[in-house]
Nanobody
């Protein structure tokens, strides 16, 4: 069983910054992709950013140039540095990983519980 524990959410004024963290623990042999998704009130969940084990990244157009995703493979942790935040960034941010629990186990997806980010104008 794997747990994803997120931290770093909160309330900030427009133009400010926040840094989210997500640490994976439990039965983990390897982690492939790690990423962040968000869901605003009344909207569908959308991808924010992903990072592969080799470091390649992918961003939603709406956050390019403002958000930076990174990971520490030794700590099974992914980070999301969010700068120049806008009210439109207000959402619940959830961490996601695709991991393999054992060398012979099949990979599966795991989600964190979500952390609230509120950006006031």
């Amino acid at each position: 069983q794997v747990q994803l524990v997120e931290s770093g959410g909160g309330m900030v004024q427009a133009g400010g910054s926040l840094r989210l963290s997500c640490a994976a623990s439990g039965s983990i042999f390897s982690i492939n992709a790690m990423g962040w998704y968000r869901q605003a009130p009344g909207k569908q969940r959308e991808l924010v950013a992903t990072i592969q084990s080799v470091g390649s990244t992918n961003y939603a157009d709406s956050v390019k140039g403002r958000f930076t995703i990174s990971r520490d493979n030794a700590k099974n942790t992914v980070y999301l540095q969010m700068n120049r935040l806008k009210p439109a960034d207000t959402a619940i941010y959830s961490c996601h990983t695709t991991l393999r629990p054992t060398a012979w186990g099949r990979p599966y997806d795991s989600w964190g519980q979500g952390t609230q980010v509120i950006v006031s104008s």
